[in-house]
C-alpha cells in the first residue's frame, strides 16, 4: 500500500483501489472505441510523412541546381544553402513523424487492431539506428513496467546522467553537462545503444563477449542507417554530377557528395534535438516522482497507475505540436495506456486529470520551456554533490 505521509494528499488502500478503476474505466472506453477515424488518421499520417521524406531529398537536391556553377539569375551560394536547408528541415520533420508519431507508437501495438499486414508492432521496422526488436525489449518490456523505479528502468538518466539525488554521485557526473550536450546531439545513437546487454556490460554485470550477437545486431542496423543517409543519397547525386564535371570541372562530384551528405546530417540533427528535448520534458522535470524497487513490490493496479502519473509531466501545446512530439507531450497518459492509439491521448487526457485532481494528486503539466528548463537546471545541480531538487520518493 502507498501510505499517505509521502504523498500530496491523504489516500487509503480504498481510495488508491477507486482511483485505479477510474483511470481504468477511462481506457476501456477508449479502447472499445477505436474505429474509422483512428485508422484514417495513422494511414494519413503515414502517407504525409513518406511524401514530406521524399519531398525533402529531392528539394535538397534541387539546391544543387543554384550553385554558383551554373551561372543562371538565382544561382549563388546562399540561394543554394537556403534551399538545401529548406529541404533538410523538411527531411528533418518527416524524420521526427516516422520516429515519434509513428514508429514508437506502432511498436506499442497501438495500431495493432488494425490488422494492417504492414502496420504491425512485430513487423515494423523504423527509420533510426535503433532495432525494433531490441526496442520493444528496453522500452515496452523493462522501461513501461518500471517506470522511474531505481535500478530497473534503464531510462532513469541512461546510465550516463543523475537525474535524481536518490542516484549516487561521482566524480565523473561534474561533465554530465557536457554529456547531455552530446547526448541531445547524438540521440538516435545514443537511444540504438540503449540496450539491457550494454547496460550490463557498463555497470560490469557482464562481459562484451556474451552479448556478441546483440553487437552484430545493432552494428547492422547502425550501418543501414548510416549507408542510407550518408552513402546511398549522397552517393546518387555525386554520379548524377560525374558526367557533368567533364564539362564543369567546378561542379565537383566530391563536394555534391559532401553538400548532400551535410544536408542530411543536419535532417538528423533536427530530428535528435526534438526528440531529446521532448523525451527528457516527459521525464527529468521538476515535480516527476521517483521510486525504490522495495516501494513498488507487489503493488496492486491503482498503485501501477499511481506511480505511472507521479513518475511522469506532460507538456502544454496545440495540436500540431502534439503530433510533433508523438503526442509524447501526454507522457502522463502514454505511460498510463501505452498502447492506446496516440491520437486519443488529447481526448483522454482531461478526464485523467480531472480524476488526479478529485484524488488530491498532482497532475504535472507545463510549458515546453518551463519543463525542459528545469531539466536542464536539474542536469547541472545534480552533476555536484547532494541535491534536493526531485521530490521526496512516494513510500510504499
Not at 102 to 110: D, E, K, P, R, T
Not at 162 to 178: D, K, S
Request: glycine share 8%.
Amino acid at each position: 500500500m502507498i501510505t499517505a505521509n509521502p504523498l500530496p494528499v491523504d489516500l487509503t488502500e480504498a481510495q488508491i483501489d477507486e482511483f485505479g478503476r477510474e483511470i481504468q474505466h477511462i481506457y476501456d472506453e477508449s479502447m472499445a472505441s477505436r474505429g474509422d477515424r483512428d485508422r484514417a488518421y495513422i494511414l494519413n499520417l503515414i502517407r504525409t510523412q513518406r511524401s514530406m521524406a521524399f519531398t525533402g531529398r529531392m528539394v535538397i537536391y534541387a539546391g544543387l541546381l543554384f550553385l554558383p556553377m551554373w551561372s543562371h539569375g538565382l544561382s549563388s551560394w546562399t540561394s543554394a544553402l537556403l534551399i538545401m536547408i529548406f529541404g533538410s528541415i523538411m527531411l528533418g520533420i518527416s524524420k521526427i513523424l516516422e520516429n515519434m508519431e509513428i514508429g514508437h507508437n506502432v511498436l506499442h501495438a497501438q495500431w495493432d487492431w488494425m490488422k494492417d499486414p504492414e502496420i504491425q508492432s512485430n513487423t515494423w521496422e523504423w527509420d533510426i539506428y535503433c532495432a525494433s526488436d531490441s526496442w520493444i525489449q528496453s522500452h515496452n518490456v523493462i522501461h513501461h513496467t518500471w517506470t522511474n523505479v531505481l535500478d530497473k528502468d534503464m531510462d532513469i538518466g541512461y546510465n550516463l546522467l543523475r537525474v535524481t539525488p536518490q542516484q549516487e554521485w561521482r566524480p565523473g557526473r561534474l561533465f554530465q553537462p557536457l554529456f547531455f550536450f552530446f547526448q541531445m546531439v547524438f540521440f538516435a545513437g545514443a537511444i540504438a545503444l540503449h540496450d539491457k546487454a550494454i547496460h550490463d556490460i557498463s555497470n560490469g554485470k557482464a562481459k562484451p563477449s556474451d552479448h556478441k550477437a546483440v553487437f552484430q545486431h545493432i552494428g547492422r542496423k547502425f550501418w543501414g542507417m548510416l549507408r542510407k543517409d550518408y552513402i546511398m543519397w549522397p552517393g546518387l547525386a555525386a554520379l548524377v554530377a560525374l558526367p557533368v564535371s567533364f564539362a564543369r570541372p567546378e561542379a565537383s562530384p566530391l563536394m555534391t557528395f559532401g553538400l548532400v551528405a551535410a544536408s542530411n546530417a543536419l535532417a538528423n540533427l533536427i530530428r535528435n534535438v526534438w526528440a531529446f528535448i521532448i523525451i527528457f520534458c516527459g521525464h527529468f522535470p521538476d515535480g516527476v516522482y521517483v521510486f525504490t524497487a522495495d516501494q513498488v513490490e507487489g503493488e496492486s493496479r491503482g498503485q501501477w497507475y499511481m506511480r505511472q502519473l507521479l513518475g511522469s509531466a506532460n507538456i502544454e501545446g496545440g495540436a500540431l505540436f502534439h503530433i510533433l512530439s508523438g503526442n509524447l507531450s501526454h507522457q502522463i497518459e502514454h505511460h498510463l495506456f501505452p498502447d492506446l492509439c496516440s491520437n486519443r491521448y488529447a481526448e483522454v487526457a482531461p478526464r485523467v486529470e480531472a480524476v488526479a485532481v478529485r484524488y488530491g494528486l498532482p497532475y504535472n503539466k507545463a510549458s515546453i520551456w518551463r519543463q525542459f528548463g528545469s531539466t536542464w537546471k536539474n542536469n547541472i545541480r545534480l552533476a555536484f554533490p547532494g541535491g534536493d531538487t526531485r521530490p521526496e520518493i512516494v513510500s510504499a
